[in-house]
């Protein structure tokens, strides 16, 4: 099937014939985990025989082996998941026997690695380009089964969406304040989906009005989040923290600290790009043009052109790649995700021209 869509995906997942491999991942981490269960969903039948979960953190070969080569005999089929597989934490040899592994797979036998937590790719001009650690790994899938990317919807998909959702809980709420909570959750479904659980009970069967977005949903605008990148690059730690605190006021949860890491990586990214720009000698327009923006934010460009000059392109990569590192460790540790932030806010601080790291 090579690379396809969800829909594509569980459509031959559905036919009489499924692709044996399947690799889900993408920026849409929601729907990353809903494809997952509709694909068990179709394949199995909930039973404990018709399906195996391996850590993808630590994949024991010789069980992952064994399970490869069960065909079932009562069940639909075997589905073996393994959840956020990070070849950084394996050896090369380790990852070439697992592959010759699914080489030879026992009929009515899945293997489905779903990437629910760790980036696989990264947006490049507007198009995903696959992390170099993952080519390997993807590229044998996208031959010998299928490869599927999640990735992130606008505003406008979103908000049709949110209505549909809205109207299958028997409310009701306007397509531009649909298109609204949408930015304000900064595009990101788990943060979406969070945010409209609160909406709906407090609408209780009515409609979300505006006042109710204004009074339960938390902004993470653009603005403030460049307001902070530049605090950030400056060198200006106390306006960089009352920013933060003004940006987490009303909520310090996982979900709120991922979307202003989401918002942040996006703030720097524009100056990045303004950065480059300015070096080529590039007029605004032709920047925003090249990077793909869309009109509503050729403002980025605008104001990041106005704050580059007087940072570093290292130090810009190293920012990004902090917060990277910061966004990782959100979704895989139990540490409080705002000490997560915090630090990586210090870290940046002390990011030097050159791009190393004062401390660590």
Do not use: W
């Not at 036998?109 to 490049?124: A, F, G, N, Q, T």
Request: hydrophobic fraction near 40%; charged fraction near 25%.
């Amino acid at each position: 099937m090579a690379n396809c869509s969800a829909s594509d995906l569980l459509h031959a997942v559905g036919s009489e014939q499924p692709p044996q491999l399947c690799f889900l991942c993408g920026e849409d981490t929601l729907a990353v985990a809903q494809l997952e269960k509709k694909i068990l969903k179709k394949l199995t039948d909930g039973g404990e025989m018709s399906d195996a979960i391996l850590d993808g953190q630590g994949v024991d070969l010789d069980r992952l082996a064994d399970a490869c080569s069960f065909s079932p005999m009562f069940q639909p089929y075997n589905v073996i998941l393994i959840r956020d597989f990070d070849p950084d934490m394996h050896s090369a040899v380790v990852i070439e026997r697992m592959l010759k592994i699914f080489e030879d797979l026992a009929p009515r036998v899945m293997v489905l690695i779903s990437m629910r937590s760790i980036p696989v790719y990264e947006v490049k001009r507007g198009a995903p380009v696959i992390l170099q650690k993952f080519k390997k790994l993807t590229a044998f899938f996208e031959k010998q089964g299928a490869l599927c990317l999640c990735e992130k919807k606008n505003a406008i998909q979103l908000g049709k969406q949110i209505q549909d959702r809205v109207k299958r809980h028997g409310s009701e709420i306007r397509r531009d304040l649909a298109e609204a909570l949408a930015n304000r959750c900064l595009c990101d479904t788990t943060l979406i989906q969070s945010e409209l659980d609160k909406l709906l009970a407090c609408a209780d069967g009515g409609e979300i009005t505006a006042e109710m977005l204004d009074a339960l949903v938390a902004k993470l605008p653009d603005a403030d989040a460049f307001r902070l990148a530049r605090a950030v690059t400056g060198g200006n730690g106390n306006a960089a923290f009352q920013l933060l605190n003004d940006l987490t006021a009303k909520s310090e949860d996982s979900k709120t600290i991922l979307g202003l890491l989401s918002v942040l990586s996006s703030a720097f990214i524009d100056l990045y790009r303004a950065k480059l720009g300015q070096g080529a000698a590039k007029q605004q327009q032709t920047i925003a043009e090249e990077f793909h923006y869309p009109r509503n934010r050729e403002f980025a460009i605008r104001n990041a052109m106005k704050d580059c000059t007087s940072v570093t392109l290292p130090k810009l990569r190293s920012c990004i790649r902090i917060l990277c590192e910061a966004d990782r460790a959100c979704k895989s540790s139990r540490t409080a995700p705002r000490l997560l932030l915090e630090q990586a806010i210090v870290r940046m601080l002390c990011v030097r021209r050159d791009g190393s790291e004062a401390i660590r």
